[in-house]
Nanobody, 124 residues
């Protein structure tokens, strides 16, 4: 069983930064691809970023490219999402997700485990 716990959300002004953390526990999680998704009120959950098990490959949604960086440290079973130049439209609950395979994906249904989410609110 894999458990994911997000932290680091909060309220920030437009243009500010936040760093989200995802602590993973469970066997073999270091060999899983990891992703971040977000869901705003009355909207579907959408892809933000993903990273392969080795950290060698990353993939970003066009809406966040250049502003957000995903990273991981397998020795600590940690994944981070550094978010800069935040905009009000980035306001959402952010979820960490794990996929039981090496490769990355931007599709919600490709991920097998999910955290509870952390709220990010960007004020204008």
């Amino acid at each position: 069983q894999v458990q994911l716990v997000e932290s680091g959300g909060g309220v920030v002004q437009a243009g500010g930064s936040l760093r989200l953390s995802c602590a993973a526990s469970g066997r073999a999680v270091s060999s899983y691809a990891m992703g971040w998704f977000r869901q705003a009120p009355r909207k579907e959950r959408e892809f933000v970023a993903a990273i392969a098990w080795s950290g060698g490959s990353t993939y970003y949604a066009d809406s966040v490219k250049g502003r957000i960086n995903i990273s991981r440290e397998n020795a600590k079973n940690m994944v981070w999402l550094q978010m800069n130049s935040l905009r009000p439209e980035d306001t959402a609950v952010y979820y960490c997700a794990a996929r039981r395979t090496f490769g990355i994906s931007n599709r919600v249904y490709d991920y097998d485990y999910w955290g509870q989410g952390t709220q990010v609110t960007v004020s204008s």
